[in-house]
């Protein structure tokens, strides 16, 4: 599906739409984080050391290769204790390199019910595996789509020299 982002509506029957959500959560500081390892739940002890004065976005890269055309269901990812651990750090945004923040075979969608208690963002699917852990600018826009339950976007990071 490529990358995206999540609307509340995707996740929960009465949650805002796609075209509903603020774009200043999409645009601004963003921290790339190699959240790589072999736990299928990335904890916040794997990413702990990279956590000092966090911006408001973060980008996990937690797969070593992702072919955003060929669907697995093994990928790593959120626990629901990290989205909130996060959340309590101030950050408002977190963007993956799979297709979902919960595991393929969730049906409950621990992590995307933090994100949803808390209103916080969500940016899927994204192409990470060559892009060094730092500190960019994100633009990530959705699409304005009425009364629909995810966007695609062309996220793109600006290095600042």
């Known amino acids: 599906c490529g990358a ?14 796609v075209e509903q959500l603020p774009l200043d959560d999409f645009i601004g500081p963003v921290r790339v984080i190699d959240a790589r390892g072999a736990n299928p739940l990335c904890e916040l002890q794997d990413i702990i050391p990279s956590l000092d004065a966090v911006p408001p976005r973060l980008l996990l890269r937690l797969e070593d290769q992702w072919d955003p055309m060929v669907w697995q269901d093994d990928f790593r990812s959120l626990s629901p204790g990290l989205v909130e651990s996060l959340h309590d750090r101030g950050v408002r945004l977190i963007g993956v390199d799979v297709p979902s923040v919960d595991s393929a075979e969730s049906k409950s969608l ?8 808390h209103d916080m963002r969500i940016l899927e699917g994204l192409v990470l595996s060559h892009v060094p852990q730092g ?27």
């Open 135 to 161: 500190n960019y600018e994100l633009i990530a826009l959705p699409l304005k789509l009425a009364g629909l339950d995810a966007s695609p976007v062309r996220a793109i990071l600006i290095t600042s020299d």
């Open 4 to 17: 995206h982002v999540d609307a509340p509506l995707h996740y929960a029957k009465d949650g805002a739409s």
């Open 110 to 117: 621990h992590a995307h019910q933090v994100f949803l208690r």
